[in-house]
């Protein structure tokens, strides 16, 4: 799509697969026997990303892990990626890392770079994705209906905690005997992975009526359920689903650090950027596919039921200037 | 895409029929009966667009209108839109005018706003488009063949004409006579237009070997063929047939801005930003569709021919930062 050195570099990386797309003012996408799904992400430096947190090859494998997350909780499997980067000069030598991390990311989930542009910013750095996917069973949000058992695919929480012990300088050796809950935790900040494995075997095996991605945190996903099913039904979640050893253990950590209660319950319900799939099925679905934690309800609320009885559950996902 | 009141807005403006694409983590494309063309573009402010030389509606437009003149370069008709913005919370008064063109382009060009982005950024305006078009007919920039005759849609030169009398403070009034070229050029600068009409008739006529658009100038776009088809065949230019009477008239006013000569020859061969189509065929095309510039040679080289005799065509199409 552009003419120039640098994103021949990235093609490069990306291998000579991605090369034959590049050279024309668009990227074709043979498509007679699958339907598409597209997404698209805008990133920009110190508003999504900090490079005091992440190494800048992190950066990059996460731009293009959240995208595809996107398309996998929509029932697809990724194939293709556009990447626009603006930076200025002076950071060239970040972006050569963002693009291999990017890269890696692309690579590991067979996704192939089609496109894309480079330019020049005056000082942060901006990433662009659009990613392409493609699905013969492509899963809306607003498909629930009552009686409908709520999954995630995973705990949720870590991402969140991971960001505070970075942001808080915690060193997994400040806290003997929780040295591998701090390091999973940032971990799952620095590089979240998009759970297609477990898509693709949730879709093959059992009817999924709803599905998103956890981006901002559960509190806010289960409102867009909610909202995408037009409030037809309420959502009710059994609290103690929710906890592990892990997710209870940096809970802790995070208490002590910010002389609070219960921070737990909130990375759990609120805490940002697990991508984790939430969804609705019909259907029993096995443990090690995903964690059973409430139920789709007549009743026209999203509530908890927990130690401390019956709550709603307020919507507090991250939103950014809005 | 994404939930934020911003962002329906925009849909409210493409009407009903994008809103049906918005509230999932990805858009979905039903495409069992053509294959897809995707172009993506980052547009960033003061390097890119400047408010000071166009109003935000323009900004909007252009914006769309060039990313579906990548998909028509390829025989694509653009039908999808997604469209990603970033911009301080101070400048929201700007990007909704910016909505406001885009949404016209995209109105004007029956393209769909399938899904976005909206996000902050400290002090620039960042627009990221994805066009995506459908086409049974893929051209690419590698085809032309010894022979063939070299076309441009429609003059070239205008845009960058336009972009001088800006930056100069140049009005319309202050070249008695000349009035409408000045406004052709300027308005040709704010608001170019994909050549889809030109596109279709010219694939269903004609034998199309090789196109691409001149976003960068005439004679960079010259390079990005002679390159794409490795070099095995030059291309001769006739220098007469880029001038029309408007770019003459045109070059006559930047060489007296300028104290410079030849302005207008400048202007035809490395003006950027005309979104012409320039492209490569067997067959002789009518003057309405099409004017012929040249042929393909054997000679490895791009020249031309003209009063002064035969010269190199140098390569100095605009590049951001590179």
């Known amino acids: 799509m552009n003419e120039f050195s640098f994103i021949n570099s990235i093609y490069r990386k990306l291998g000579p697969d991605s090369k034959k797309f590049s050279g024309d003012d668009a990227a074709f996408i043979k498509c007679r026997s699958n339907d598409l799904l597209v997404s698209k992400d805008l990133l920009v430096e110190n508003i999504h990303f900090n490079l005091s947190y992440s190494a800048p090859e992190d950066i990059g494998y996460k731009a293009v892990s959240v995208n595809l997350s996107d398309i996998t909780a929509c029932g697809g499997n990724p194939r293709y990626l556009l990447i626009g980067f603006a930076f200025p000069q002076k950071k060239m030598h970040i972006m050569k890392k963002i693009c291999t991390g990017a890269a890696e990311c692309a690579h590991r989930y067979k996704c192939l770079l089609i ?12 990433i662009s994705i659009t990613a392409i996917g493609q ?9 629930s209906n009552k009686g ?13 905690a991971g960001l505070i012990f970075l942001q808080e300088k915690i060193r997994p050796a400040d806290f003997p005997g929780m040295e591998q809950v701090i390091k999973t935790c940032i971990h799952n900040h620095r590089r979240p992975e998009p759970e297609i494995k477990k898509m693709r075997k949730l879709i093959a095996g059992y009817r ?15 409102y867009h359920l909610y909202e ?3 409030k037809k039904y309420g ?27 219960n921070s737990a319950l909130e990375l759990a319900l609120h805490g940002g950027e697990d991508y984790r799939l939430l969804f609705t099925s019909p259907d029993l679905i096995p443990r090690h596919l995903a964690l059973k934690i409430g139920t789709v309800v007549s009743e026209k609320k999203i509530f908890s039921i927990g130690s401390s ?9 991250y939103n950014h200037f809005f």
Request: charge should be positive.
């Open 115 to 126: 496109g894309g542009d480079t330019t020049a910013s005056r000082s942060d750095i901006f």
């Open 235 to 261: 959502l009710q979640i059994n609290e103690s689903a929710l906890f592990c050893p892990a997710i209870t253990s940096a809970g802790k950590i995070i208490d002590k650090i910010k002389k609070k209660r």
């Open 309 to 317: 009885g019956r709550k709603k559950i307020e919507c507090l996902g």
């Open 208 to 222: 999924i009526s709803s599905m998103i991605d956890i981006s901002d945190g559960l509190s806010s996903e289960l």
């Open 135 to 143: 699905t013969d069973n492509f899963i809306k949000r607003s498909g």
């Open 228 to 230: 995408s099913n037009k």
């Open 148 to 160: 409908d058992l709520i999954y995630i695919t995973d705990y949720t929480g870590f991402s969140a």
